[in-house]
């Protein structure tokens, strides 16, 4: 069965440090893989995804960059944070082009201070 | 671009009752899927159903089934013989499956969710 994992689940960092928060996904290879931002009372914002291996399209303007240098690993990076940086992170990978259905990790929620 | 509302913050029911949570949505596609994700205290995305826009009939997930009406392009999530272990917030979710940027590799739209109780 596939199991996807997320490190730190928490974490708090000052304005203007480094982030860097992991995902891997186990148990099927060559996955899409999606980071979502989750601001308090609202819904999942897409942030960027990944087809493959060094392939990422990102969905929002902001100081986060995304990268994917293992089939199924896929970290969110920033050099400096910012105060509206802080909010729950859940990495996502679904099947290409099978049921279109995502399956979440359990997220990061990052408090930045 | 898609948008999915969700009208209702916040709904209550009693338990083993039935409850039905509203969803609407935009697009000019003609090929999506639909789904319902429940996301209960500890944060973990779950998904309940999905609904290919193709498909006519409703999907059905035991005590869990829609009200896919593609015209009106309105979406409800039935929870029958609801439970205390239902109470979540949930959302509604869209994607696009036609090319070139489809075949699952879009991310989902959500609306921003449904704050679900249920009464002991």
């Known amino acids: 069965s596939q199991t996807i994992h997320q490190w730190p689940a928490t974490l708090v960092q000052p304005v203007g440090s480094p982030l860097s928060l992991e995902c891997t996904v186990e148990?099927?290879?060559?996955?899409?893989l999606y980071w979502y931002r989750q601001a308090a009372g609202r819904g999942l914002q897409l942030l960027f995804y990944?087809?493959?291996?060094?392939?990422i399209s990102s969905e929002v303007p902001q100081n986060l960059s995304a990268s994917r240098p293992q089939d199924r690993q896929f970290i969110l990076s920033s050099k400096k944070l910012l105060l509206s940086d802080s909010g729950f992170y859940l990495c996502?990978?679904?099947?290409?082009?099978?049921?279109?259905?995502?399956?979440f990790g359990p997220g990061t929620r990052l408090t930045v201070t | 671009a898609q948008t999915v509302t969700q009208s209702q913050p916040e709904m209550s029911v009693q338990e083993a009752e039935t409850v039905t949570l509203s969803c609407t949505y935009d697009t000019s596609e003609s090929d999506y899927y639909l789904f319902w994700y429940k996301q209960p205290p500890s944060r973990q995305m779950i998904l309940v159903i999905r609904q290919e826009a193709y498909k006519q009939q409703n999907a059905t997930e035991n005590r869990f089934s829609v009200n896919f009406q593609k015209a009106a392009k309105s979406f409800s999530l039935k929870i029958s013989d609801s439970q205390l272990g239902d109470a979540a917030m949930y959302f509604c979710a869209y994607t696009h499956t036609g090319e070139p940027s489809g075949g699952g590799a879009d991310g989902l739209t959500f609306g921003k969710g449904t704050h679900l109780i249920i009464q002991p």
């Open positions: 990944s087809v493959g291996i060094g392939q």
């Open positions: 148990g099927t290879s060559n996955p899409n």
């Open positions: 996502a990978w679904s099947r290409l082009r099978s049921s279109y259905e995502q399956y």
